[in-house]
């Protein structure tokens, strides 16, 4: 046991302490916030988390034909949703079934989502541009409607 005041000694590490955590808080503000954070609307056919591991969660979904998937970013970092082989660094690493059009997110922020809705049946691999060198690839399988 020591003394309750040999914990705090100086006031330099009681200031280190106050701006620890108001960093935490800050940070827990970016990341623990959001619509992200929120639950999704009941019409969404599939959720894929994007997380702090830099992957998709889960990297593989299967819907039905003019079914919507929402992205969720709930990690501290910076994604996007990409099906464009004229941004992948590898082009092999997209695919769009034919008659599907390229697109792009765009930047998606922490506690941010993003919505698309798949009209054409057809495999899609798709790329987060910051982390698809890191393996932060994801399949979709859009099934023929009923
Ligand atoms: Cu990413």
């Known amino acids: 046991m020591s003394s309750g005041r ?27 916030g959001g619509p992200a954070h929120q639950p999704p609307p009941s019409d969404i056919a599939a959720v894929v988390e994007m997380t702090n591991g830099l992957n998709f969660s ?8 003019g079914g919507t ?3 969720r ?3 501290f970092f910076t994604h996007t949703i990409t099906v464009d082989p ?7 690493d997209v695919r769009l079934p034919p008659g599907a059009e390229p697109f792009d997110s765009g930047e998606i922020p ?23 060198g890191m393996g932060m690839i994801g399949t979709i399988t859009v099934e023929p409607a009923a």
Do not use: K, Q
């Not at 040999?6 to 623990?32: D, K, Q, Y």
């Not at 922490?110 to 698809?132: D, K, N, S």
């Open 58 to 65: 889960p990297d593989e979904i299967t819907l039905p034909a």
């Open 110 to 132: 922490a506690g941010e989502v993003f919505r698309r809705r798949f009209t054409t049946p057809g495999t899609y691999r798709y790329v987060c541009i910051p982390h698809e």
């Open 6 to 32: 040999s914990a705090w000694p100086t006031p330099v590490s009681c200031r280190a302490f106050c701006i620890w955590v108001t960093s935490l808080l800050m940070l827990g503000a970016c990341g623990l």
């Open 73 to 75: 970013n709930t990690s």
């Open 69 to 71: 998937v929402e992205w």
């Open 86 to 92: 004229a941004r992948a660094s590898n082009p092999d």
